[in-house]
């Protein structure tokens, strides 16, 4: 840990100390003596941490003496906070805001005569301040006696090498890629999923057993998704256990993978009525990842409704335990075996040369084979490592990696050495950003923006003044480093989201030592007072009533500067996590010193009057909560750089005094239905960066042209109340171009009456150019002209006599409620993935999909004059189409001609979707023979509600088969042989169909893939 203390903190403390301004506020306040006395003890102590930091690893003394140090440095950062806070609150009272900040920003190198006759009486009441200076003496004396302790620990001045940065980044390999002499396993284990099968039960437990690091996950993940297993199992789910086998939760998880619904149960025996039901006489296939219960009575309970299901389904489960699986019956356990040397040389190689072994490194070889006797065949161990030395190319570094001693070290704490290695390999800033994570619970899923700030709000990401970047921007880089490095992983499925793999979180909490806390249970045993003073940064996973003992148990952690109450999944708007507000209110009085408050999802109605007290305040999050107005005191919280209303639909009002938070960089009040009025002073903001939704008013309001003046503003915006902007000379004023907008969303008003002027709205339009180089998304809603921006699409650069279209970077377009809309003047869109048109000409649709040949997803809705005919010529520029959703096209009779003719242009298409189409008859007008035998990329069909609808004909390689609300349906059709993939058919309210085949008995009930039903075309 010495190293976590290395660089950053005392490299803050160093320039607050050191700065003039500072020094001068010293010796008004009568500290300047203690002052002096740090930084020469700060001084000498920095001086011996080079050689701390080698010996810390075996010597648990000098480790206490590095804890002991790195509180105090914690205790000064806040006195030293404390009393800039309390010169900034004078200076704000005396003063007005202009002067507030035209004082901070000369650093108080001038001293206005008013400012100079208060502070002999701030220094004066700072002086009979005895318990304060009380303090400061007892800081002093802790210095000087840490630095005495050198000779004692035999601590001496060395110069330490200094770690090198990674060069370039390197993104993790995929799954598949990452499985090296996993084969044998792989076959034995599809034998028992896909051909073993027990006599006397439905269920198999097939187990994958073996120690962490091994991959077991991995190769769960790589049978769940083979071929095979698909086409084998009606049913499937995954869930991942960890530590607490929560019955309730574990249940929910699978109806809500087997069903794809979120549907809401009151208790245990409600959820597994339901799954039985779900599961009864299908073959079906269930992963358990990471199981630690041995507890025989809670297995018992959990899998009653699974014995309902077909013979041969079976349940994997992966696991470190044995237990729990003998006394199932699983008696010849086959353990996951490390891997052979040759395999595993061939893995650290993938990672460490991009090759499978050293013919082209001879001069490494001697060292990476070493490396790869001493990981022992354990997976992770050789891709953390190999990911390390990626960035390394002197076989000098390769040689130290190889004879480091942390190899040779016996812990105790069943962290594996190739972890430590590569951790201790890491930066001294890298290393503290990452002992952070320690207070996420294992299989937490985090978004890298939102660990960003996090870190900010700490003071963790500290730059040079003299540096062009922004904070935020090194976050990213240091972010992308520890990714690249496998101490972060993407999350499978979830494109923008992260996790750490359970051994890396083990490895977070052994280095993040006594700072921190991660609270998963009731108060846990031994914990008292002067360990509760210890810790700074807590966080506890909620649950849904979250308990006042819970709560009360955090009394005594005085010196907190992070709180927070994470949660594993987000929650409808219905539900939440109930705690008593009172004692949250009081909870938050015993932590004056936060710097991070998470209170997201909680079930929380009015803020606690205890937020406006925190003055160290620099990261709130009240997002997805009940609160409907913000306090005025909030705004008395200066040092407050990220605010997160996101997703308060209750939220009707913001504070006055919005100008006072002049520290605010981040303000996300997305998905806020209810605000539609900007505070006074939100453009006085010049820090604020992201300003995600801004609704221009009237005189009195927010006024459009306020946006020049937030210079900062980057990333994304959405620019509410167009409507208003009487002259187009407003909204040039803007100046979108500034800002290298990432995403932008324009809306005007909904309603078209005789007020509206078009050339006003296109002129407006025109002139809110955000620029091509960044722009990846843009959403134009209720634009009442006739012509798309004049953006310079149709403009070309040259780049070196390359040829380049103009807004490259543009994925997302979304283009609704513009009916006037007709003339589209653009020439090539490349990189357009998703399109969405939604009440808009057909004119829109037919010149957008010309221009955007790389199209994945096109929603269309309420496209006015889109005939059978026009939507084929539509279909003719959807060769790369994964996914169609057509909704409220009345005028669509058939989806395609025929399939014949729709297999040569949809080759893609994964997922159609209708809804409300009243008038579609069938999805092809004409029915050949071997009709659904030809699209075979379509594997989900959804119809909603198509009221005309009469017959179905599906694909045989349709996988899930949805239909709701289709009155005059009668049947549904696969051609011969077809519904083997079928894996789910659920069929809701198709009255004549129901009739046809139950005699209305069953007309309100789902058929859920009862395929007796379905007529098989001959």
Not at 378 to 388: E, F
Not at 853 to 871: F, M, N, R
Request: charged share 25%; net charge negative.
């Amino acid at each position: 840990m010495a190293e976590i203390l290395l660089s950053p903190i005392l490299q803050v403390l160093a320039e607050k100390l050191g700065s003039a301004a500072f020094k001068k506020l010293a010796r008004y306040s009568q500290i300047h003596i203690e002052v002096n006395k740090w930084e020469t003890s700060l001084t000498d102590i920095q001086a011996l941490l080079n050689d701390a930091s080698q010996k810390e690893i075996r010597d648990e003394y000098i480790k206490g003496w590095l804890n002991r140090f790195q509180h105090l440095t914690y205790d000064i950062d806040d006195i030293l906070e404390h009393l800039t806070y309390d010169i900034d609150d004078i200076l704000d009272n005396l003063a007005t805001d202009a002067m507030h900040r035209k004082l901070i920003a000369e650093e108080l190198g001038a001293i206005s005569s008013k400012v100079r006759m208060l502070i002999p009486t701030c220094s004066t009441s700072f002086s009979a301040n005895i318990r304060m200076h009380d303090k400061l003496k007892d800081i002093t004396t802790k210095l000087q006696d840490l630095e005495k302790e050198k000779v004692t620990l035999g601590l001496s001045v060395i110069n330490g090498r200094p770690i090198t940065m990674s060069r370039n980044y390197e993104t993790s390999l995929p799954d598949a890629s990452d499985i090296v002499g996993r084969q044998g396993e792989k076959e034995a284990l599809l034998h028992k999923l896909l051909w073993e099968e027990s006599i006397n039960k439905n269920i198999n437990i097939v187990p994958i057993v073996g120690k962490g690091g091994l991959g077991k996950t991995t190769l769960a993940r790589l049978l769940y998704n083979e071929t095979q297993v698909q086409n084998h199992f009606k049913l499937k789910a995954w869930v991942c256990v960890s530590d607490e086998f929560d019955i309730f939760t574990i249940s929910k998880s699978i109806f809500a993978s087997v069903t794809g619904e979120n549907k809401e149960f009151q208790n245990v025996n409600q959820v597994q009525e339901d799954l039985r039901k779900q599961v009864t006489d299908k073959r079906f296939l269930l992963v358990l990842d990471d199981v630690w219960s041995e507890s025989y009575e809670d297995w018992n309970t959990f899998v009653r409704p699974f014995h309902a299901g077909a013979l041969g389904s079976k349940i994997v489960i992966t696991t470190r335990k044995e237990q729990l699986l003998r006394e199932l019956g699983c008696d010849n356990l086959e353990h996951l075996q490390s891997l052979s040397y040759d395999d595993a040389l061939s893995l650290f190689c993938q990672h460490a040369l991009g090759v499978s072994n050293f013919d082209s490194h001879p001069n490494l070889r001697p060292y990476g084979e070493g490396i790869v006797k001493k990981c022992d065949g354990l997976p992770l161990g050789l891709r953390v490592l190999g990911r390390l030395l990626r960035t390394k190319a002197d076989e000098v570094e390769w040689k130290e990696l190889l004879s480091d001693e942390i190899w040779s070290l016996q812990t105790g704490d069943g962290i594996i050495p190739a972890l430590r290695l590569s951790y201790h390999d890491l930066s001294a800033c890298l290393k503290r950003l990452f002992a952070y994570c320690s207070l996420f619970p294992k299989h937490y899923l985090f978004e890298k923006e939102e660990l960003i700030l996090l870190w900010m709000a700490e003071g963790f990401l500290h730059h040079s003044r003299e540096s062009m970047s922004t904070v935020e921007r090194l976050g990213h880089n240091y972010f992308k480093q520890l990714l690249s490095r496998s101490f972060f992983q993407k999350a499978p499925n979830e494109d923008s989201l992260f996790l750490m793999h359970d051994l890396m979180n083990d490895l977070a909490t052994s280095v993040a030592g006594e700072f921190f806390w991660r609270s998963e249970d009731e108060m846990e045993k031994g914990v008292g007072m002067d360990t509760l003073e210890k810790y700074r940064h807590l966080s506890f996973v909620c649950e849904r009533f979250i308990s006042d003992k819970k709560l009360k148990a955090f009394i005594g952690a005085k010196n907190l500067r992070t709180f927070l109450a994470v949660s594993f999944k987000p929650y409808e708007e219905w539900d939440g996590f109930f705690l008593s507000n009172k004692i949250l209110d009081d909870l938050l009085h015993e932590f004056p010193l936060l710097r991070v408050l998470y209170l997201a999802c909680l079930h929380i109605i009015t803020v606690p009057k205890s937020i406006g007290s925190l003055k160290h305040l620099r990261y709130l999050n009240l997002g997805q909560t009940k609160i409907r107005y913000l306090p005025e005191n909030v705004c008395n919280l200066y040092n407050l750089q990220t605010l997160i209303v996101f997703g308060c639909h209750e939220l009707t009002k913001l504070p006055n005094s919005f100008s006072k938070l002049t520290s605010l960089r981040h303000f996300d009040i997305r998905d806020t239905p209810l605000l539609n009025k900007m505070p006074s002073g939100i453009g006085e903001l010049k820090n604020l960066q992201t300003l995600s939704k801004i609704t221009i008013g009237g005189a009195d309001e927010f006024p459009l042209t306020k946006l020049k003046d937030l210079k900062n503003l980057h990333e994304m915006i959405c620019i509410k109340g167009l409507d208003k902007v009487q002259n187009a000379m407003h909204a040039r004023e803007a100046n979108l171009l500034q800002m290298r907008l990432r995403e932008l969303e324009v809306e005007w008003s909904d309603v078209f009456d005789g007020s509206r002027d078009e050339t006003l709205e296109n002129m407006v339009l025109d002139v809110l150019n955000p620029g091509n180089e960044n722009l990846e998304k843009l959403n134009i809603v209720s634009y009442g002209g006739i012509k798309f921006p004049n953006w310079g699409w149709e403009v070309w650069s040259y780049n070196g006599g390359v040829v380049d279209p103009v807004y490259p970077c543009l994925g997302t377009l979304r283009i609704k409620g513009c009916p006037k809309l007709v003339e589209i003047s653009v020439e090539e869109l490349p990189s357009l993935r998703d399109l969405e048109i939604d009440e808009c000409s057909d004119g829109v649709l037919r010149r957008l999909v010309q221009v955007a040949s790389s199209i994945t997803k096109l929603k269309i809705v309420s496209i006015l004059g889109l005939t059978d005919q026009l939507w084929g010529g539509v279909m003719k520029h959807l060769g790369v189409v994964e996914e169609v959703i057509i909704e409220r096209c009345d005028e669509i009779r058939y989806v395609w001609e025929s399939e014949t003719e729709a297999c040569k242009v949809l080759v893609n298409l994964r997922k159609l979707e209708m809804r409300r189409c009243n008038n579609l008859v069938r999805l092809g007008e004409k029915e050949e023979d071997h009709c659904g035998s030809k699209l075979t990329s379509l594997t989900m069909l959804d119809i909603w509600f198509c009221g005309r609808m009469e017959h179905c004909s599906c694909s045989n390689s349709i996988k899930s088969l949805f239909i709701f609300g289709c009155d005059s349906i009668t049947s549904i059709s696969f051609p011969t042989g077809g519904k083997k993939q079928l894996k789910s058919c659920s069929i809701y309210e198709c009255k004549k169909l129901l009739e046809k085949e139950f005699g209305g008995g069953r007309s309100e009930e789902t058929i859920n893939a009862s395929m007796w039903m379905l007529d098989t075309r001959k």
